[in-house]
């Protein structure tokens, strides 16, 4: 299994990668990055994603990001549970809260968050997690609905020591992104990503955002690969995440992999 990678949250139906499918992929298996989670935002994304899956052996994941929460209605409930009971669904999400920009009002966010954890109780399927600038109302809601939800991670986690612990002591999975590899946003996440069990570690591009390059000076890093992330750089997160934890590549490579399968449920 060594070197194996899986991308855990790849938004392969953002327009950036429209037509370009195919050559995403095969380019991020010449990395070793040969399984991913095609993640949805929408009703739409997520009937998208779940095709994606199907056509390339992938796994999806179907809900309302926080920014699209204002986009539930009555009828979303019974059409994200229908995308959900497909085959290649193994997770409800991505969802949650957003508080940053407030895309969709935190009112209505809370509403439609909660509607998702409904689904992930009566599917019994993961839940996928989005959290920025809401730890305390996310961590509440968290808590009183952990002991019913089969598995939960937070994903692009870019908080402060102490939420990460606070969300360890709950239980949950967290992901780690390019952010690890950012000398300006995410230097603070490496004096404490170690504190991470091995179980409940996982990684991912959430491309094409968050490339880990941003903020590199290298001359061989082209503007290109700063402003458009690929699962193909998921290389260059687990390479990092290795360092700051003082754990090899292989190891981490071995780990993240089998928390893929054993978050989701896949079975090889």
Same mark, same amino acid.
């Given at each position: 299994?060594?070197?194996?990678?899986?991308?855990?949250?790849?938004?392969?139906?953002?327009?950036?990668?429209?037509?370009?499918?195919?050559?995403?992929?095969?380019?991020?298996?010449?990395?070793?990055?040969?399984?991913?989670?095609?993640?949805?935002?929408?009703?739409?994304?997520?009937?998208?994603?779940?095709?994606?899956?199907?056509?390339?052996?992938?796994?999806?994941? %179907?809900?309302?990001?926080?920014?699209?929460?204002?986009?539930?209605?009555? #009828?979303?409930?019974? &059409?994200?549970? +229908?995308? *959900? !009971?497909?085959?290649?669904?193994?997770?409800?999400?991505?969802?949650?809260?957003?508080?940053?920009?407030?895309?969709?009002?935190?009112?209505?966010?809370?509403?439609?968050?909660?509607?998702?954890?409904?689904? %992930?109780?009566?599917?019994?399927?993961?839940?996928?997690?989005?959290?920025? #600038?809401?730890?305390? &109302?996310?961590? +509440?809601? *968290? !808590?009183?609905?952990?002991?019913?939800?089969?598995?939960?991670?937070?994903?692009?986690?870019?908080?402060?020591?102490?939420?990460?612990?606070?969300?360890?002591?709950?239980?949950?999975?967290?992901?780690?992104?390019?952010?690890?590899?950012?000398?300006?946003?995410?230097?603070?996440?490496? #004096?404490?990503?170690?504190?991470?069990?091995?179980?409940?570690?996982?990684?991912?591009?959430?491309?094409?955002?968050?490339?880990?390059?941003?903020?590199?000076?290298?001359?061989?890093?082209?503007?290109?690969?700063?402003?458009?992330?690929?699962?193909?750089?998921?290389?260059?997160?687990?390479?990092?995440?290795?360092?700051?934890?003082?754990?090899?590549?292989?190891?981490?490579?071995?780990?993240?992999?089998?928390?893929?399968?054993?978050?989701?449920?896949?079975?090889?």
């Amino acid at each position: 299994m060594d070197n194996k990678l899986v991308d855990i949250c790849v938004n392969l139906t953002d327009d950036v990668f429209f037509g370009k499918e195919e050559k995403i992929i095969s380019e991020a298996s010449k990395n070793n990055v040969l399984k991913m989670v095609l993640v949805g935002n929408d009703l739409e994304s997520s009937k998208k994603v779940i095709n994606l899956a199907r056509q390339f052996n992938f796994i999806a994941t %179907a809900g309302y990001h926080p920014h699209n929460a204002k986009d539930w209605n009555s #009828d979303s409930y019974n &059409q994200l549970l +229908s995308l *959900l !009971k497909k085959d290649e669904t193994k997770a409800v999400g991505e969802c949650g809260l957003d508080f940053n920009r407030n895309f969709s009002t935190p009112e209505v966010q809370h509403s439609v968050f909660l509607d998702h954890i409904t689904l %992930a109780k009566e599917t019994n399927l993961p839940l996928f997690v989005h959290e920025r #600038d809401a730890f305390h &109302q996310m961590h +509440s809601i *968290l !808590k009183d609905n952990i002991h019913d939800c089969k598995n939960i991670i937070v994903h692009c986690f870019t908080g402060t020591k102490n939420a990460l612990i606070d969300y360890l002591d709950l239980g949950v999975s967290i992901g780690l992104t390019g952010w690890i590899c950012d000398d300006r946003r995410g230097k603070h996440l490496r #004096d404490f990503i170690d504190i991470i069990p091995d179980d409940k570690l996982l990684i991912e591009t959430d491309s094409p955002y968050l490339s880990p390059y941003i903020s590199s000076k290298k001359s061989e890093v082209t503007s290109a690969m700063k402003h458009l992330n690929k699962p193909e750089y998921l290389v260059e997160v687990a390479k990092d995440v290795a360092k700051y934890r003082n754990q090899s590549y292989d190891y981490i490579c071995e780990i993240t992999y089998q928390n893929y399968l054993n978050f989701f449920g896949i079975k090889e």
